[in-house]
């Protein structure tokens, strides 16, 4: 069974600093990996997704993950965050295509002034 | 063109009672999927719809069904209702052919009381 591992519950950070938030994933057979943002009292917002190709993925509002399948990681990194950046962060594996999201209990990031 | 959209936003019910919530997925979209997310939770995969179909389904008792119209908007239905069932409810669309594009609605917020 796949499953989903996020590391930190909430990472406080200054603005303008970086941040990364981790994500682990277990499964037997490849997946698909995606990272979500959930602004309050909001529904989910894609930020972006790994596929297949470059293991670096691009995303939103200057996010990227690296997707590394030796340590299955898929850790989320922005250079400087912004007090907008303030939300509750998913990482999410799927099995295959229309397959169910399975994903992690979320990282809330909280930007420091 | 409008996503996904849900209704209610948000609603309160009594323990025992039963409660319909509804999705319109968006344009183009084909196959539904919902997810519940408790309170300090990732969502968690509740079932799927395609071809008004039930194709998958999480680890939720019976007393959650759903249906999925001709125009593939979705229902969930949750009856005898708990204090657990207390959480925002997330309608999810994608097409069925173009893979991993999913799309969430703002949610439905349940308390039960």
């Known amino acids: 069974a796949q499953s989903v591992t996020q590391l930190d519950s909430q990472v406080p950070v200054f603005e303008e600093a970086p941040v990364e938030l981790r994500c682990n994933y277990s499964?037997?057979?490849?997946?698909?990996l995606f990272w979500y943002v959930q602004y309050p009292n909001q529904g989910l917002q894609l930020l972006l997704k790994?596929?297949?190709?470059?293991?670096l993925v691009k995303g939103i509002n200057g996010f990227e993950a690296e997707f590394n399948k030796s340590q299955t990681s898929f850790h989320l990194r922005k250079p400087s965050v912004h007090i907008s950046d303030t939300a509750e962060y998913f990482c999410?594996?799927?099995?295959?295509?229309?397959?169910?999201?399975?994903f992690g209990k979320g990282t809330r990031l909280h930007i420091l002034p | 063109d409008a996503g996904v959209t849900q209704s209610p936003t948000h609603l309160i019910k009594t323990r025992g009672q039963q409660v319909t919530l509804r999705c319109s997925p968006k344009?183009?979209?084909?196959?539904v999927s919902w997810y519940q997310q408790a309170l300090g939770q990732g969502p968690q995969f509740i079932f799927q719809?395609?071809?008004?179909?039930?194709?998958q389904r999480g680890n939720f008792p019976d007393r959650f069904s759903g249906h999925q119209f001709p125009n593939y908007s979705s229902e969930l239905n949750v009856n005898a209702l708990l204090l657990g069932d207390s959480a925002l409810y997330l309608c999810?669309?994608?097409?069925?052919?173009?893979?991993?594009?999913?799309?969430f609605g703002e949610g439905s917020w349940l308390t039960v009381v």
């Open positions: 999810a669309s994608s097409f069925s052919r173009s893979g991993n594009t999913i799309y």
């Open positions: 499964s037997s057979v490849s997946v698909y």
């Open positions: 790994y596929l297949s190709g470059s293991t």
């Open positions: 999410a594996v799927v099995l295959n295509r229309d397959d169910k999201i399975i």
């Open positions: 344009s183009g979209h084909d196959t």
């Open positions: 719809y395609y071809e008004e179909e039930e194709r």
